[in-house]
């Protein structure tokens, strides 16, 4: 039937045909709730289906916890929740997971003591597929299921001989990490990261990696080393980001060889990953042999590739601003792939004034006129960044043109873009260029205009002052009193420190 026909009338007429004396009836009622989407969680429709859970056909009782589950959290009456914790005991397996399952829909809302209890009985349970869908369910639930008793049997599950159970106990941990990082869990997690199987190894290192440095142990980082010598894709990229998330203590010398190497791995998933972990040690990790590397990887044909590899250099901002660097990312620019340009004009940013040269600050001026925002926008801050060094001619004029691009966030950029860049950008046509910017947004970004204008120029004040006098008069409701305050007292303090400087406090 669809969404499309679940009107009122049709919602109502499935509900009545709940309550019919004829089991086929109630079933074809059911199975068609089922199918109409979001529009049937109604109070009505929770409670019809509350009265149906016991019914003595067996194809219609198990359809609340088919439905209930798919309404998610609007589902989560004390009702609907009762029903479906008495179906997580019931004699039938298929009932069991039903159950299990709507309660990994509805979530949080879901989590009583009395739900994980029974949740947790079900992770032992003789049927492994109730015991992955319980699992399931506790991860859904998040902190709230990270009592000591679902800890233990998440723990209990990891030793589990299915492997696809393993995984998913360690999904599930992966959930609860922040509350989960106990001695135990933690043990048990290490263990895993040497299971034969790919997928329980790589749910180990992401659930890992979820608990960050309060996981980080000697013995833990190695064991993460271990996993990214295997070349296994899966497990290696995991392996890589958990390295990642425990960077302060994971930053040695042998953890940041392993991640190099892996930046060779012929799985670009991998190398990626590789690349993020070395930018989270970027200032440990800032050798030449680790920035040659990542320049290699730079040049690469996999795009999220690449664009880490950008990211990584970025973060390690001056100690990267080499040639090679420098080259390497000016050519990403040129690359069809727009997330790669917009990481390249990040880096360059990141590497400031040494990557002003006349080839880097060309090429990214033409990044200024990518059809893509963010493009865009990368490239006002790589600009900006480079300070007075950019100043040039055609640079301030490529940013004032940019100041009136049509995305509200570019032109933003490209005003604070010139803020930045200082004395130089205080010419009458920077001046005409923001004046008129100040009339073709919202008044939340023409607030921000203000106070980027203000940065720009001493010569600039005296029509900050005169234009904020103006607001005042035309819109008291665009700027606030405290702002305008705030702004006078700005052009105040910078006139008086050009005649002799002070100091002065600022009362708002």
């Known amino acids: 039937m669809g969404q499309k026909a679940a009107s009122k009338d049709v919602i109502d007429a499935l509900v009545k045909a709940l309550g019919s004396e004829y089991c086929e009836v109630r079933s074809t009622a059911g199975c068609t709730l089922r199918e109409i989407g979001e529009k049937r969680g109604t109070k009505e429709v929770i409670d019809a289906l509350v009265d149906v859970a016991g019914d003595r056909d067996i194809l219609v009782s ?45 979530g949080e809302r879901a989590a009583t003591k009395e739900v994980i209890d029974a949740l947790v009985k ?35 599950a990891l030793g ?23 001695k135990e869990v933690i043990d048990a997690l290490v263990q895993a990261l040497g299971n034969h199987n790919d997928d329980v190894r790589s749910r180990a290192c992401y659930a890992l990696g979820k608990m960050g440095e309060k996981a980080a142990s000697i013995e833990l980082i190695d064991a993460l080393v271990n996993v990214v010598g295997y070349q296994d894709p899966l497990a290696c990229a995991s392996a890589c980001e958990a390295l990642g998330e425990m960077a302060e203590n994971a930053a040695t010398k042998e953890v940041i060889d392993a991640l190099v190497k892996a930046l060779g791995y012929e799985d670009s998933y991998c190398r990626s990953r590789a690349c993020y972990a070395l930018g989270k040690m970027a200032k440990k990790a800032a050798r030449n042999e680790v920035i040659d590397a990542l320049v290699n990887v730079v040049g690469d044909q996999d795009t999220v590739a690449c664009a880490r590899a950008c990211e990584a250099l970025g973060e390690m901002a001056e100690n990267a601003a080499t040639k090679e660097v420098m080259n390497a990312l000016v050519k990403a620019l040129g690359n069809e792939d727009s997330y790669s340009r917009s990481r390249a004009c990040y880096a360059l940013g990141k590497l400031g004034e040494k990557a002003s040269t006349k080839e880097v600050i060309d090429a990214v001026v033409k990044a200024l006129g990518n059809h893509i925002y963010d493009v865009r926008c990368r490239a006002c801050y790589a600009l900006g960044k480079m300070g007075e060094k950019a100043a040039t001619k055609e640079v301030i004029e490529a940013l004032v043109n940019v100041v009136g691009d049509r995305n509200s966030l570019v032109s933003m950029d490209a005003c604070e873009a010139l803020g930045e860049i200082g004395v130089k950008a205080a010419t009458k046509e920077v001046i005409d260029a923001l004046v008129q910017a100040l009339g073709n947004h919202n008044d939340d970004v023409r607030k921000k205009y203000l106070f980027l204008i203000m940065i720009i120029n001493i010569q600039l004040i005296v029509f ?45």
């Open 160 to 182: 589990n001989e299915d492997s696809y159970f393993r995984s998913r106990a360690c999904k599930a941990l992966a959930k609860i990490s922040e509350k989960a990082t106990t």
């Open 464 to 508: 900050i002052y005169l234009f904020c006098q103006s607001l005042a008069i035309d819109n008291e409701e665009i700027l606030s009193e405290k702002e305008l305050k705030l702004i006078r007292y700005l052009s105040h303090l910078t006139y008086m420190q050009t005649i002799n400087p002070t100091n002065m406090t600022w009362k708002g």
């Open 62 to 106: 198990m359809v609340p916890c088919e439905v209930l589950g798919e309404m998610g959290e609007k589902a989560a009456t004390k009702e609907a929740i009762d029903v479906l914790v008495s179906a997580l005991g019931n004699e039938n397996s298929d009932f069991r997971r039903g159950a299990c399952t709507a309660f990994m829909h509805i």
């Open 122 to 156: 079900l992770v032992g349970d003789r049927d492994s597929l109730v015991s992955m869908s319980a699992c399931e369910a506790l991860g859904k639930m998040g902190e709230k299921a990270a009592t000591k008793e679902a800890l233990d049997a998440l723990v209990k």
